[in-house]
């Protein structure tokens, strides 16, 4: 992913409205783009920090971007690990239909 790509995503990683594929792709843009990462902090503060104003309470930048960013990173490993589950499953289903044809066959 480019910085003019992450740019667009900013708003919907915020929001968290990124598929897996994107947010992985997201994340590992911000983790080595400075410029970037200045960005969606920025966003980030527009975003959360109107919110807060509105509600009184008090925040830390950092603290919050920093934890929405390790969420994000927990996300990922979720979703790659359904992945390998989905993909275990399919592999014993494709075993047992082949199985099952080779029995038919034999029998």
Known sequence: MDCKEANKKMSDFLNNELNSRELKGFVE?????RDCK???SIQFLVQE??????DGSTFDLQSGLDGLLEEA?????????????IYGVEAFAIIAII???VLIIVL
């Open 99 to 101: 199985t099952i044809i």
């Open 73 to 85: 990173e927990r996300r990922m490993i979720f979703y790659r690990w359904l992945h390998y589950l």
């Open 29 to 33: 843009h911000i983790s080595h783009c």
């Open 49 to 54: 920090g109107m919110a807060r104003l509105e």
């Open 38 to 40: 200045e960005e969606l």
